[in-house]
């Protein structure tokens, strides 16, 4: 079946440096990602999305990379701040969207 | 209110029991979906409405499980014969159409004791 995975469950990163968040996915009809932010007690926060025909979108402080050719797709964050930490998860839209189990970011001071 | 909104925040009932969760979606949101997000997990589809119908309920777990959105807007996502294996956070998301970003509620935590 469709699985979307992240291949580290937790990432710890000094404050100031850049974060890189890795997502792989199955179903190669997936055609739209979205990587989402999710904090304690809350729902899932959009951040930023990629459709499949495009390979790189930025957003503010946050870039996001697709390679179709490896079903792979990452979450760059530049200059990690504490609000920054938070739980990230990746969805791909095959026939809905799935989502990838997450991964921890912590950021230390 | 301008995002989507969950009620109760927290559920706590008894093994057996029937429960409601609510959800009411952003205005003018054709698309609705429920989640299940278990501890340290990502949210698990369950079910998917467009308009007054559910388009895709595969994720439902079994026909303990029931959701409508009689009217195209709030949602009732039905739970009978609770069990405790149910406790999770319930997701409710909408969105302008099927592919489109998805904007969640806080969910609503759902124990059974």
């Known amino acids: 079946g469709e699985s979307v995975g992240l291949h580290l469950p937790t990432l710890s990163v000094q404050e100031g440096d850049n974060s890189i968040i890795n997502c792989a996915y199955s179903n190669s009809a997936s055609d739209y990602f979205i990587w989402y932010k999710q904090e304690s007690g809350k729902g899932p926060q959009f951040i930023i999305d990629?459709?499949?025909?495009?390979d790189k979108r930025q957003g503010q402080r946050v870039t996001v990379l697709l390679n179709k050719t490896v079903k792979h797709l990452s979450l760059q964050i530049a200059a990690t701040q504490p609000g920054d930490s938070a739980v990230y998860f990746c969805?791909?839209?095959?026939?809905?969207?799935?989502f990838g189990p997450g991964t921890r970011l912590s950021v230390l001071p | 209110g301008a995002g989507v909104s969950q009620t109760p925040s927290n559920k706590v009932t008894e093994k057996g029991k029937y429960v409601e969760l609510r959800c009411d979606p952003i205005?003018?949101?054709?698309?609705l979906y429920w989640y299940r997000q278990s501890l340290g997990q990502g949210p698990e589809f369950l079910i998917y409405f467009q308009g007054t119908g559910a388009a895709d309920d595969s994720g439902l777990p079994n026909d303990r499980f029931f959701a409508v959105r009689p009217e195209g807007s709030v949602s009732t996502l039905k739970i009978q014969r609770t069990e405790r294996g149910d406790s999770a956070v319930y997701l409710c998301?909408?969105?302008?159409?099927?592919?489109?970003?998805?904007?969640f509620g806080s969910g609503t935590q759902l124990s059974v004791l």
């Open positions: 990629i459709r499949s025909n495009m």
């Open positions: 205005s003018g949101h054709t698309a």
């Open positions: 969805a791909g839209h095959g026939q809905n969207f799935v």
């Open positions: 998301a909408s969105s302008l159409s099927r592919e489109e970003k998805l904007f």
